[in-house]
């Protein structure tokens, strides 16, 4: 069975400090995606990165910034120079592949981030 | 290009009403998939859905939950006699099932039964 561990379940920082959020997972597949999504306040699931199984480099998007390791079944998540706007809870995700047409995803319990000023 | 919608936003039921849930998919998508987020915690897969079919319902509770996915409009998630426990928010993703791993999630539908 597929699984996705957050360990952290609340993190809090202050802002402009630089934070990681830890994602562990289990999976029998060798094709994979991995996510990760924000969810602030207001509740809805705000998408910021997918990463299949293939692909081990390591990804920058601003503040954001992923690493991914196979060897340890690891997609750490990581906010440099954080900022309130940041606060939310963050999930990460994993693929479940139906045969190759559609899949559903296993969520982690979500780490909480509160950034204060 | 609209994204997923969910009707309605918020939704509050008595002990042993009906509610339901309205989910349409983006414009092309024809795979839905329905999730559970119970206070929190996080999202429970639950049901998955192709045009009137259902693909796998292993997250579904045995009874009073049930989903359909007509040829003609939204998917529905009904749920019956509702009770405390199903207190939740319910959301709604769709795919084109082209590629396999991208789903667009919906704004949720968060229900509470008093």
């Known amino acids: 069975a597929q699984k996705v561990t957050q360990a952290q379940t609340e993190i809090s920082v202050v802002e402009k400090e630089d934070v990681t959020l830890d994602c562990v997972y289990e999976?029998?597949?060798?094709?994979?995606?991995l996510f990760w999504y924000k969810q602030p306040p207001s509740g809805e699931l705000v998408f910021l990165i997918r990463?299949?199984?293939?692909?081990?480099q390591n990804e920058i998007s601003g503040r954001y910034s992923w690493n991914f390791q196979k060897s340890t079944s690891s997609f750490n998540f990581t906010i440099t120079a954080s900022q309130v706007v940041d606060s939310a809870v963050y999930f990460c995700?994993?693929?479940?592949?139906?045969?190759?047409?559609?899949?559903?995803?296993?969520f982690g319990t979500g780490t909480r981030l509160q950034v204060t000023l | 290009n609209a994204g997923v919608m969910q009707n309605p936003r918020h939704l509050v039921r008595r002990r042993g009403q009906e509610a339901r849930l309205r989910c349409s998919p983006m414009?092309?998508?024809?795979?839905v998939y329905w999730y559970r987020q119970l206070p929190e915690e996080g999202l429970k897969f639950m049901v998955y859905?192709?045009?009137?079919?259902?693909?796998?319902e292993s997250g579904m509770p045995k009874e009073r939950f049930s989903a359909e996915f007509p040829k003609e409009g939204p998917s529905i998630l009904r749920i019956q006699q509702v009770v405390r426990g199903d207190s939740a928010a319910y959301f709604c993703?769709?795919?084109?099932?082209?590629?396999?791993?991208?789903?667009?999630f919906g704004p949720g539908t968060r229900l509470t039964v008093t």
């Open positions: 414009k092309g998508h024809s795979h």
């Open positions: 993703a769709s795919s084109q099932g082209l590629d396999s791993y991208e789903q667009y």
């Open positions: 990463r299949n199984s293939f692909d081990e």
């Open positions: 995700a994993l693929s479940e592949p139906y045969t190759g047409t559609a899949s559903k995803l296993t």
């Open positions: 859905l192709q045009k009137e079919n259902i693909i796998d």
């Open positions: 999976t029998r597949d060798t094709t994979y995606y």
